[in-house]
């Protein structure tokens, strides 16, 4: 192989260098493209997940009254709750913005129309559906929902002031609880 020029030399290490920057370029690109496709992935799965996961919903029914409690923290407020028969998929009941602060805690009386701004229909059904799935909307947006086979609450021991769960009977406190609101002393 022949000797290469002062000239040659140089255009080969000017190559070399640019080769090198171009590379290096690619291999930074690449890695930020990694990095801020996981970074958008994680965004989105944590702005639409349920914030309350796992939030619980808890009813009991002491004869004719039906009581939810739903799992939130303390800031929030709940906006509406529906109530749907589970089988025929329609909507059964809806309570919009309960007036009594106990409600707007996520402590519900279903069918009291006394206790929202707005509800319908003003009284009971004749008789609970098979399956409830109630959903409770809060403010700020997001919401709870919950199925319940009424057969199964009904055969439960429910303790005064416990609710029935898919996890057990649980105490309001309990229920409320189980939420990461923000702050270190949350289970």
Known sequence: MPALGAGELRQNAVRRREHTVVVTALSVSAVVVVLLTVGFWAFFVHTFSDPGSPALVGIRIDGDAVTVKSGQCPQDRVRRVEVWDGGRERLVWRGDRPLAEEGRRGLLSLWDGKAYRASSPAGPPSELPATLDV????????GVSEVFDIAEVRRAVV?????????????????????????????
């Open 135 to 142: 959903t409770v909307d809060h403010d700020p947006a997001y």
């Open 159 to 187: 303790p005064p002031g416990s609710y029935w769960t898919h996890e057990g009977v649980r105490t309001a406190e309990q229920i409320d609880g189980i939420l990461d609101c923000g702050n270190s002393s949350s289970p």
